[in-house]
């Protein structure tokens, strides 16, 4: 664990947040912020820019967690929320705004810092599938491109599959480009002659 990592507390209570303040120095944190304030709370975020964002609250409003979603998606950090109530809505809630971490009665200190190395871990997988997915549905568009840049060429040359995707291959490699870039092409040629 890297105990340079810049830590933001966003938590309205001075003592719930010298719970997990406390808790992170006696982990070895020095880096930590405390953000008081839930108003304009995306903006406190980016003026810290933290590593990892710990909330704390006594129970997420749905306003908190309207926030958190946008946080979550504009920062793209790990986040673990102590809440001291909850429900099944505000978990899934919580979780589809980006929360890695959502922790039900649990603010101890001592408990603080395998917390938080859970938190980074689960989020560091779920930003590798994320990143595997992208590359997937990339993937994916490209063949459908290629596939109707094939359908193209097969129909206006009359060639078979086969010769329409050498011919797109050997286009590639002559001008140095990747297939999906010239089928592109090839599609939007296409729809000049329509």
């Known amino acids: 664990m890297d105990h340079g990592l810049k830590i933001v507390i966003v938590d309205e209570s001075a003592i719930r947040a010298a719970i997990l303040e406390e808790g992170l120095r006696e982990a070895g944190f020095t880096q930590v912020v405390r953000i008081a304030e839930m108003n304009n709370l995306l903006a406190r975020?980016?003026?810290?820019?933290?590593?990892?964002?710990?909330?704390?609250?006594?129970?997420?409003?749905?306003d908190v967690l309207e926030q958190m979603f946008q946080v979550s998606r504009a920062v793209r950090r790990p986040i673990a929320m102590f809440v001291d109530q909850s429900d099944t809505a505000s978990i899934q809630a919580s979780v589809d705004?980006?929360?890695s971490a959502y922790i039900v009665d649990g603010l101890k200190k001592e408990r603080i810092k395998h917390i938080l190395d859970m938190c980074i871990s689960r989020f560091n997988a779920f930003s590798r599938l994320q990143g595997e997915l992208d590359v997937a549905k990339s993937a994916l568009e490209e063949r459908k491109v290629i596939d109707r840049a094939k359908g193209i060429l097969m129909k206006a040359k009359n060639l078979n599959e086969?010769?329409?995707?050498?011919l797109l291959r050997k286009t590639a490699m002559n001008e140095n480009k990747k297939i999906a870039e010239i089928a592109q092409s090839v599609l939007t040629a296409a729809e000049l002659f329509k």
């Open 45 to 62: 975020v980016y003026a810290v820019d933290p590593d990892v964002i710990l909330i704390d609250l006594e129970n997420p409003s749905r």
């Open 162 to 166: 086969e010769a329409a995707y050498a």
């Open 97 to 99: 705004a980006g929360v």
